[in-house]
């Protein structure tokens, strides 16, 4: 059964880049409603087509879901009485009996379907990604990029507030278009059949997208692999950037210089305490995608607890994710990741690029930082002085972490605002 997709075809075809900036949709036949989350089945997308993209999820894989749920066998309870050893049982059973139970199957795809939607084939891989317009005529174009284990879902609160601030405590000023791509392996994008698929590479994809939308000057933002992707879009001048907003700037290991002092050495101690007790999951993923990728393509339950672990150790909750996500906006991100069985092809970037592009880089295009206090670690204004030639802008923010756009949306659009004003 083919548990997702549907393609709306168009009457009408239009190929081109600054036609597809105008919202051009290219055609597909009505039997093309493939799975676009597998490359040996997604439609073929010619040329410099953009089709428009709908989701809908078959009953079957419902059904399915239901059933494996319903059959998940529990490991016995932690001999701890925190996250030391992982999210603990009690909580994952929980959110799990919420999936099966009280969790609107359709919620994702209603969610999503309320935003337009595209996919288009971009160095022979297929993109999703969603583009939502300005009514404002002076809009800035900004690309998002999410992260791991996170989705485009993390930006779905923040597209109203970006393309119309003035119905969201702003001014015509602080407009954008947005566009949010899935990364290559997550979500509705294809999975990459071959290796090679690391950040410069989408790097170079997002620049041939935004040229391919019509905009020549934009903005890129991005966290966690986000802020890899935005970083080499900056390091490699991707045509048409004007400048970077991360909020987790790639600074580490830090560019240290004599001796750091007393603020160095707390984030210092901060990034070794992630090493030794928190990057398993990366070391694990870096080194073998797809062997963990078994258990998380059969198991929902344990791609759920896989990703929940993490938003309950990077957020700003103190181990209380339910405190700043809702069980359902949890479940969004999760059922993303279980409908498309991206598990092992989400890992595998992390083999493509962790060790190798996801490491400081020297920038001279402007740069703008938001740090949250719950990231993994505090990054220091210091040492993106040292990195980064033209830092137009650093601020910490009241709260939030590690997934700054999911946890806190409205401090999040303040912050891409801010840094916005100040970038060229």
Sequence with gaps: MNPLTDVQPNRRTLLGGAALGAGALAVLPAHA?????DPRTAPVLAGEAVVPFRVAIDPGAVQSLRRRLSMTRWPNRETVGDWAQGAPLARVQALVGHWHDGYDMHRLASRLNA??????RIDGLGIHFLHVRSKHANARPIILTHGWPGSVVEFLKAIGPLTDPTAHGGTAQDAFHVVIPSLPGYGFSDKPTETGWGLPRIARAWGVLMQRLGYDRYLAQGGDWGAGVATWMAKQHVPGLAGIHLNLPILFPPPIEGTPNAEEQASIKQLMA?????????????TRPQTIGYALADSPAGQAAWIYEKLGSWSDSDHQPEKVFTPDEMLDNIMLYWLTDTGASSARLYKESFSTDFTPQKLDLPVAVSVFPGELYRPLRLWGERMYSHLVYWNEAPHGGHFAAFEQPAIFVDEVRRAARALP
């Design 274 to 286: 992630f090493g030794n007790d928190g990057s398993g999951y990366a070391v694990l993923q870096g």
């Design 33 to 37: 409603a493939q799975s676009h989350g």
């Design 115 to 120: 935003f337009p939607q595209f996919r288009t």
